[in-house]
């Protein structure tokens, strides 16, 4: 594809496509010309950097989420409703999480979510910096929990790379086991019936724990009140 039949918002799209199926780490202008049938360099046209390029792709991804409205539901719905759709984009893009461990995240998406996150904590009843703590408080529960998320993707390209990797994984995953044979609840849980599902987190952990933090919040609405 000749660089000026190119588009930005093709070459945005494309470089999530990659993202997902590649991660952070398999982003680069070389595989993004080969998706596209194009040099590398025609990128460079359109997009400044590699860092630039991440950062309309977050942007883009982020416009995804649901931004509920405040006057049909009440706070606490569209807090619930804005974490899980959070939680859900970053399990979808889990290069995302990567992301915020390696750039300055922002752009018109995050910002329109970030000011509604805000807005939906001050109709809860928080004012100033209370809104802020209540806001990111909830934002780094949901980006918390999508690491886990994040780190398996990871570790299933690594393991479907190479035989050598894999085998790293399962004699890591046998030390594990071994070492919490040696405490009492562990052992119970691994000798037990849910022992398969054991490594990961039991069912509705997320939302167990949203609800308790949004308990939380509504107890110190209810103190201050």
């Known amino acids: 594809m000749a660089r000026d ?12 496509e990659l ?4 991660g952070l780490e398999g982003l680069n202008m ?5 998706r596209l049938d194009s040099a590398a360099t025609a990128m460079y046209w359109h997009v400044r950097s590699k860092d630039n390029l991440v950062l309309l792709a977050t942007d883009r991804v982020w416009r995804e989420l649901e931004l ?7 706070w606490r719905a569209a807090a619930t409703i804005m974490a899980t759709d959070l939680y859900r984009m ?4 889990p290069w995302l999480v990567q992301a915020f461990a390696a750039h300055v995240v922002y752009g018109e998406g995050k910002a329109r979510h970030d000011d509604h996150s805000l807005a939906t904590y001050e109709a809860a009843g928080f004012t100033g910096g ?7 408080a909830v934002f780094t529960y949901v980006l918390g929990n999508a690491a886990g998320a994040a780190a398996a993707a990871s570790l299933s390209r690594r393991t479907g790379a190479d035989h050598a990797t894999e085998q790293r994984l399962h ?4 030390e594990a086991h071994e070492i919490a044979m040696h405490y009492p609840r562990l052992r119970v849980r691994l000798d037990g ?3 398969a599902g054991y490594a990961a987190s039991p069912d509705k952990t997320f939302e167990f724990g949203l609800q308790a933090l949004l308990d939380g919040l509504e107890r110190q609405l209810t103190r201050r009140g």
Do not use: N, W, Y
């Not at 039949?5 to 999530?16: G, N, P």
């Open 19 to 22: 993202l997902d199926a590649e």
């Open 30 to 34: 070389r595989a993004l010309g080969k």
């Open 171 to 174: 004699d890591a995953m046998a």
């Open 5 to 16: 039949t190119l588009t930005r918002d093709q070459i945005v799209s494309t470089a999530v």
């Open 90 to 93: 970053f399990t979808r893009h």
């Open 193 to 195: 019936p849910a022992a």
């Open 130 to 136: 209370q809104a802020d703590q209540a806001a990111a």
């Open 68 to 74: 509920p409205d405040l006057d049909i539901v009440g």
